[in-house]
């Protein structure tokens, strides 16, 4: 059964950083392409990061260029996403998804089919 599990959300003040885990089980992340969207309050999810099968090259929404680093471990199956200078806008529900779609829809959510249950991050002093 395949199963995607979210780790290392939680409370950080602005400036700080964290480091959000997605551990696979049932599936292989070497196989498909990875990515991160995020959901806060009242708003609809959105992407953040991705990792793309074909070519290893990371993708993110500008609103988390520099700040933002998502990698791949195939060894322990997991995906990681470094987050740094967080800032309050960064709050939300943080979900990691799995698809093969190609190189031009990574950012649509609807072209993923297995995601994780989401770990909170927020962001305030």
């Known amino acids: 059964q395949e199963q995607l599990v979210e780790s290392g959300g939680g409370l950080v003040q602005p400036g700080g950083s964290l480091r959000l885990s997605c551990k696979a089980s049932?599936?292989?992340?070497?196989?498909?392409?990875v990515g991160w969207f995020r959901q806060s309050s009242g708003k609809e999810r959105e992407f953040v990061a991705s990792?793309?099968?074909?070519?290893?090259?990371?993708y993110y929404v500008d609103a988390v260029k520099g700040r933002f680093t998502i990698s791949r471990d195939n060894a322990v199956n997991t995906v990681f996403l470094q987050m740094n200078s967080l800032a309050p806008e960064d709050t939300a529900i943080y979900y990691c998804?799995?698809?093969?779609?190609?190189?031009?829809?990574?950012?649509?959510?609807?072209?993923?089919?297995?995601w994780g249950q989401g770990t909170q991050v927020t962001v305030s002093s």
């Open positions: 998804a799995v698809t093969r779609v190609v190189l031009s829809a990574i950012r649509d959510s609807s072209q993923y089919y297995y």
């Open positions: 049932g599936v292989t992340f070497s196989q498909y392409t």
């Open positions: 990792l793309h099968r074909s070519n290893n090259r990371a």
